[in-house]
């Protein structure tokens, strides 16, 4: 089984995530995400770039992949804004493994907020290129 803490390394590996000051903290069992939108994170009409938060959320469910053993690239990624997310808003990312297949996996991905406003949906199909121990991560 892999750890939440090679998890979280893999999310700190990724440095566009680290770049972005993305907190990868621990709730409830499991690695999440999360956001405090500030000016790094904005569009011209102060509101969450979608850039930001599809980085987060591929990241999110490439982890979700890694918590089951397997190391994936994305092969189609949509995402759906339901809510500009505001400036200073926290947010976090919740991703589900729909398919776990040997070849590829499908996910999905809330972005949601504490209150639980969902401002975002995110779908996403990856390629597995490698299936992974615990030693290995």
Known sequence: ??????????CHENLVIDYLDVDVVERDGAVVL??????????????????VLTTMADTAMGA???ALGKKVVT????????????????????PS???DGRQ??????EILDAAGKL???VHAIFFVIERIEEENV
């Open 75 to 94: 092969v189609s990624l949509t995402i759906e804004f339901m809510h500009a997310v505001p400036f200073a808003r926290r947010i976090f990312m919740r």
């Open 34 to 51: 999360e956001l405090t939108v500030d000016e790094r994170h904005v569009n011209l009409y102060n509101i969450c770039h979608g850039g």
């Open 104 to 109: 590829t996996m499908t996910c999905e991905c």
């Open 97 to 99: 493994v729909l398919h």
């Open 64 to 66: 979700a992949c890694l």
């Open 119 to 121: 401002y975002a949906k």
């Open 1 to 10: 089984m892999i750890t939440n803490e090679q998890i979280a390394k893999f």
